[in-house]
């Protein structure tokens, strides 16, 4: 199972390399606009990014209402289409 840890570091990294960043420069608390100054075309490469490797589908709302790097965590913890799978199975 994912934790918490792997899928922020997964962001960090992303992120980091996206917008050439510290990437101790990265929280939870870090918000996408302000903070990093990221436009809509960064945060759909993030979103492709977490669809790809957590199986997580994201809408346009939802990925609207995503503003720091914590709830971006937190929606893939939510929606971890392995998760699911295995909850199924």
């Known amino acids: 199972m994912t934790t918490r840890a ?6 960090r990294s992303h992120l980091a390399d996206e917008l050439d960043v ?4 990265i929280g939870e608390g870090t918000r996408f606009k302000e903070d990093l100054e ?3 075309l ?3 490469t993030l979103v492709q990014e ?3 490797t957590y ?3 994201m809408s346009d709302e939802q990925a609207a209402q995503i503003l720091t790097v ?3 965590v937190d929606f893939v ?4 289409g392995r998760t699911d799978d295995a909850r199924h199975a």
Do not use: K, T
């Not at 510290?22 to 420069?25: G, N, S, V, Y």
């Open 6 to 11: 792997e899928i922020f570091e997964l962001i």
């Open 22 to 25: 510290d990437p101790d420069a």
């Open 38 to 40: 990221a436009d809509s």
């Open 42 to 44: 960064d945060l759909y």
């Open 50 to 52: 977490l669809e790809d």
């Open 55 to 57: 199986g997580v589908q």
């Open 70 to 72: 914590g709830q971006a």
């Open 77 to 80: 913890l939510a929606h971890d």
